[in-house]
């Protein structure tokens, strides 16, 4: 079982960058989906990116297309989200997931479709 660790939030002002960092345990790390969601105060998670195991399929959210990306060092056991040209709503608890070993272009959007999640890092954008 993958245990996940992310790091790299906190208070950044609008038109900023942060790089996010998820930390896994485990030996199979490559054979997971790895996705980041997060969670505004009042609001229900939500979807902001995924990346197959080993990397050659990525899906983003409307709502960071463009101004994000998500990267995995295998070797490391690592994944990573960029965001730039950060706003006042990225504001949320950031989650990093693991999920299955077989990639699904649909479900991979969805919550309920990975097995692991970590305990998440706070991102803050001032206005």
């Known amino acids: 079982q993958v245990q996940l660790a992310e790091s790299g939030g906190g208070l950044v002002q609008t038109g900023g960058s942060l790089k996010l960092s998820c930390a896994a345990s485990?030996?199979?790390?490559?054979?997971?989906?790895m996705a980041w969601f997060r969670q505004a105060p009042g609001k229900q998670r939500e979807f902001v990116t995924t990346?197959?195991?080993?990397?050659?399929?990525?899906v983003y959210s409307d709502s960071v297309k463009g101004r994000s990306t998500i990267s995995r060092d295998n070797a490391k056991n690592t994944v990573h989200l960029q965001i730039d040209s950060l706003k006042p709503e990225d504001t949320a608890v950031y989650y990093c997931?693991?999920?299955?070993?077989?990639?699904?272009?649909?479900?991979?959007?969805?919550?309920?479709?990975?097995?692991?999640w970590g305990q998440g890092t706070q991102v803050t954008v001032s206005s």
């Open positions: 997931a693991a999920g299955p070993m077989t990639w699904d272009s649909v479900q991979c959007t969805l919550g309920s479709w990975y097995h692991t």
């Open positions: 990346i197959s195991g080993r990397g050659g399929a990525t």
């Open positions: 485990g030996r199979t790390f490559s054979d997971y989906a």
